[in-house]
């Protein structure tokens, strides 16, 4: 559990740093991180930052003050991780460097991280444990031209096979002379030609000798494929929302599909403007109607490719929610593991459908395991506490109707 001078630390982290005021002197030294406590356990390749964090003591009592910037920090083994005095450069060649304190790991054991200040000093002890191989994902080999798609570096830690996100910590780049595309952060840019031509993105973490690389290609899109998450025919319940899945399915029938959800054009075939609301982002559209009665239609388009697809003829009507569900009803998650949990209403009409993005989730103990709302509805992920928790699903004030999830987070041992 986060610690009282953990949270203080990371409001100061915003506070002033200037001079120490009359009759205020400091008279001890923490350091500290999000996780609170004195101690970490994370993985090789990762950054983890630090905050300094003095107690002043004076005639008007104590006050708290993060030092980080005036700190000298030091590491005991200098071979599992370094950390910064404003020294270390960030990955991305910006020319910028690592904030002071920022704790860079460089492979798997353990060291002891040591800030001095004012004749004070404090340690923060880290384990490092070892990762698996890199990937790129997603898994794609084509691009379709004129469009834009993000990757994100992944691995996974051996002793419990759980995802771990390291875009922000790798290098990006292309790797080869005069590609069809440009790089941005970690997305691409698809140009407009030439097809079938390979270039190489890759993705380095240079302070732990490690990168991966992608071949891909500008492919032609054969069509723009729909997914409704809502059941085909049925009406869908005033209140409630369809989500749209928007794919492009490439000529070369073994290439992943490219989600496109946010680089196309929508045009409305039934309904007006203000009869719904829309939410779009990578992978599709959220709908939700706001009137009964008023078809909804829409039409995608992406102009670079010449292909459009229309949408399912969506109504909603005034039903009853009679019952709810959820799967599972309990999980064991492993530290930082996943899973998304579905909830399912069933209607006066006797349809039962997904209602992942129109609940209200909780969880009793976000220590162990928290949950998404809205389009990350139902999203649970396992903590940095290991224990039990229950998440908590309610399907509005007026329905009374609720379902709960028994959640037990874990952190798996090397054999």
């Not at 595309?181 to 993705?203: K, Q, R």
């Not at 069933?346 to 103990?365: C, H, M, T």
Request: glycine content about 10%.
């Amino acid at each position: 559990m986060r610690s009282p001078i953990a949270a203080l630390a990371l409001l100061a982290l915003a506070a002033c740093s200037g001079t120490v005021g009359e009759g205020r002197r400091p008279t001890a030294l923490q350091l500290t991180s999000q996780a609170g406590g004195d101690a970490l356990e994370t993985y090789e390749c990762a950054a983890v930052e630090l905050a300094a964090v003095a107690t002043f003591s004076g005639d008007g009592g104590d006050s708290l003050e993060t030092v980080s910037s005036r700190a000298l920090w030091s590491s005991s083994n200098s071979s599992v991780a370094r950390v910064s005095n404003g020294d270390i450069p960030l990955p991305d060649g910006s020319g910028l460097y690592y904030a002071q304190g920022t704790v860079v790991v460089l492979a798997p054991g353990t060291a002891t991280i040591t800030a001095e200040y004012a004749g004070l000093r404090a340690r923060y002890a880290i384990s490092a444990n070892p990762i698996g191989e890199l990937r790129i994902e997603p898994a794609m080999t084509r691009i379709a031209p004129q469009t834009k798609q993000a990757f994100r570096l992944e691995t996974t830690l051996l002793d419990s096979q759980v995802p771990v996100d390291l875009s922000s910590v790798a290098a990006w780049k292309l790797v080869t002379a005069g590609a069809p595309a440009t790089l941005e952060g970690t997305t691409v840019t698809a140009l407009s030609g030439p097809l079938d031509t390979a270039f190489v993105l890759e993705a380095a973490l240079p302070l732990c000798g490690r990168n991966q690389q992608r071949s891909l290609q500008l492919g032609r899109l054969r069509e723009l494929r729909l997914s409704h998450e809502q059941p085909e025919g049925a009406l869908l319940p005033l209140g409630y929302s369809a989500w749209i899945g928007i794919l492009g399915l490439f000529e070369d029938d073994s290439a992943e599909p490219q989600e496109l959800g946010l680089q196309l054009e929508m045009e409305r075939l039934a309904g007006d403007e203000g009869d719904a609301e829309l939410a779009v982002d990578d992978t599709g559209l959220l709908l939700r109607p706001l009137f009964a009665g008023v078809p909804q239609q829409l039409r995608f388009s992406l102009e670079s490719s010449g292909l459009s697809v229309d949408s399912r003829v969506i109504e909603a009507r005034e039903l009853e929610l009679r019952s709810l569900r959820v799967t599972p009803e309990q999980a064991d998650l492993d530290l930082r593991e996943t899973l998304q949990a579905e909830a399912w209403g069933l209607f006066e009409d006797g349809i039962e459908r997904p209602l992942r993005r129109n609940l209200a989730w909780s969880s009793r103990n976000e220590f162990v395991a928290k949950v998404g709302n809205g389009i990350d509805g139902g999203e649970i992920s396992a903590q940095s506490y290991e224990g039990d928790t229950v998440i908590d699903v309610r399907a509005g004030l007026l329905t009374g109707l609720s379902a709960e999830i028994a959640v037990s987070s874990f952190r798996s041992k090397p054999e």
